[in-house]
């Protein structure tokens, strides 16, 4: 597998929107049978706790799209440019306060690949009114 230069990789387009889905359905270590698996699968795979840190691991695809656990903002923007590159859908996955979720839906306006859908619980729930 060789690894492209973005600038020079051909434009894909967005990836397709996906719909139920399997997020974690096993251990993100074991990347062979996460690769088993999506083969297998009718639904889509996403593959959210990563052994080498959403790196290398994503080049081998072993999964249908990516969850990206709570990165420092640097951290998700080099992990776009990945997931961008082989042309892969991701969403971060950050949780906190209203600027937090006003960062994270900035950050999926602006990462190429970032079209997997997101639930963001954050705004506090009562009954009183």
Avoid: C
């Amino acid at each position: 597998m060789s690894i492209q230069n973005v600038d020079s990789a051909p434009a894909l387009g967005p990836p397709p929107p996906l719909q139920g889905g399997w997020a974690a359905p096993q251990p993100g270590e074991d990347l062979d049978e996460y690769r088993e698996l999506k083969l297998r699968s009718k639904r889509p795979i996403v593959l959210h706790h990563f052994p080498m840190g959403a790196t290398y691991e994503v080049l081998g695809r072993p999964a249908d799209a990516y969850m990206l656990g709570y990165l420092k903002i640097g951290d998700a923007v080099r992990r776009a440019g990945l997931f961008a590159a082989s042309n892969s859908p991701f969403m971060p996955q950050n949780t906190g306060s209203d600027i937090t979720r006003a960062m994270t839906v900035h950050m999926m306006a602006a990462f190429p690949s970032a079209s997997l859908h997101f639930v963001n619980a954050t705004t506090e729930v009562s009954s009183v009114r």
